[in-house]
T-cell receptor, first 114, second 113 residues
Framework: DAGVIQSPRHEVTEMGQEVTLRCKPI?????LFWYRQTMMRGLELLIY????????DSGMPEDRFSAKMPNASFSTLKIQPSEPRDSAVYFC????????????FGPGTRLTVT | KQEVTQIPAALSVPEGENLVLNCSFT??????LQWFRQDPGKGLTSLLL?????REQTSGRLNASLDKSSGRSTLYIAASQPGDSATYLC????????????FGQGTTLQVKP
């Protein structure tokens, strides 16, 4: 398996623009997680899905952030409008109950909002 | 609310030393505990996962232990090498079996040649 795939790897955008981050989980995994990592706040869980259904979005900072999982092999995290304080590395991870819920992370998307 | 703490935040050792990284958690009712490695600018790589019913797991020079009663886990690295330099994070999964992980802030390890 290719592991968790994220795109783009780097994104530079101007304040106010819409940003869409993409994730393809490991085939067969039924949990998908979106995290954000910054030096100041460390690794934060934003939202996670089970069987394509959002289970806990309490970590989503505000209404500017939204996430979808239209099918088992694809998820998006959208920020609209983006702000400089959204600059961070965004990770997607997936896991499976059948594999003891061990989480596997993607390489991340480094987002810079100017 | 589960909280995970890793001490120290940074550690520097000479090559060849055996070392222990510490992780503590406030709620002993966990489903599993996972150790990760993160290299600068990279994603997290899973090293070891310990189920709540297990006491330890081993992979090569790495050994992770779990003591739920005291709320502690340790990652033991034998015969450290410069290539072990990275940030090590532990994460606990609540017993509610949600799949969710609560992360510590990590320990940044430097192994000097």
């Amino acid at each position: 398996d290719a592991g968790v795939i994220q795109s783009p790897r780097h994104e530079v955008t101007e304040m106010g623009q819409e940003v869409t981050l993409r994730c393809k989980p490991i085939s067969g995994h039924d949990y998908l997680f979106w995290y954000r990592q910054t030096m100041m706040r460390g690794l934060e869980l934003l939202i996670y899905f089970n069987n394509n259904v959002p289970i806990d979005d309490s970590g989503m900072p505000e209404d500017r952030f939204s996430a979808k999982m239209p099918n088992a092999s694809f998820s998006t995290l959208k920020i609209q409008p983006s702000e400089p304080r959204d600059s961070a590395v965004y990770f997607c991870a997936s896991s499976s109950f059948m594999a003891s819920l061990e989480q596997y992370f993607g390489p991340g998307t480094r987002l810079t909002v100017t | 609310k589960q909280e995970v703490t890793q001490i120290p935040a940074a550690l520097s050792v000479p090559e060849g030393e055996n070392l222990v990284l510490n992780c503590s958690f406030t709620d002993s009712a966990i489903y599993n505990l996972q150790w990760f490695r993160q290299d600068p600018g990279k994603g997290l790589t899973s090293l070891l996962l310990i189920q709540s019913s297990q006491r330890e797991q081993t992979s090569g020079r790495l050994n992770a232990s779990l003591d739920k009663s005291s709320g502690r886990s340790t990652l033991y690295i034998a015969a450290s090498q410069p290539g072990d330099s990275a940030t090590y994070l532990c994460a606990a999964s609540p017993s509610s079996n949600t799949g969710k992980l609560i992360f510590g802030q990590g320990t940044t390890l430097q192994v000097k040649p």
